[in-house]
């Protein structure tokens, strides 16, 4: 147990402390540009081409206002078009650009390169058992 262990022993805070390890991990692999979230709703929009906002939101389980300027971002950024559904004009469907799929290519293995970056220290029986416990967490 480090020192900082012992006066902040807290879960809460050793997840912040792991989520800025990400972050940093992130940047230094990865890219400083791209965001994990933004990586993440491009790869979900790889797999459910035509997804609504609402939809990318749910599926990275971030609010409304959220996933709007997640989305216009990656828009701006080329990445993602985003258009009017001509069924239900309140309702925003997005797809990957050509740009996008190519972003997401490319950063594909450089995201794998921070899975390893963040677990190397563990047995591969406990990254399980540290994503159980996480979706433990999550799920209550």
């Known amino acids: 147990m480090t020192g900082l262990d012992a006066v902040l022993p807290h879960t809460g805070s050793l997840i912040r402390r792991a989520q800025q390890r990400h972050a940093a ?15 993440a709703a491009l790869a979900i929009l790889a797999d459910r081409p035509g997804a609504s906002q609402r939809e990318l939101g ?3 389980e971030v609010d409304r206002s959220t996933i709007a300027d997640l989305a216009a971002r990656l828009e701006r950024h080329g990445l993602v078009a985003r258009a009017q559904d001509k069924a239900d004009r309140r309702r925003y469907v997005l797809a990957l650009t050509s740009a996008g799929l190519d972003e997401l290519q490319r950063l594909r293995p450089r995201a794998d ?7 190397r220290s563990l047995t591969a029986a406990e990254v399980a058992e540290l994503r159980r416990l996480l979706h433990g967490l999550l799920d209550a």
């Open 25 to 39: 991990e992130w940047a230094r692999l990865v890219s400083p540009t791209i965001t994990s979230v933004q990586y």
């Open 113 to 119: 390169l921070v899975e390893q970056a963040m677990t």
């Open 58 to 60: 749910d599926a990275l």
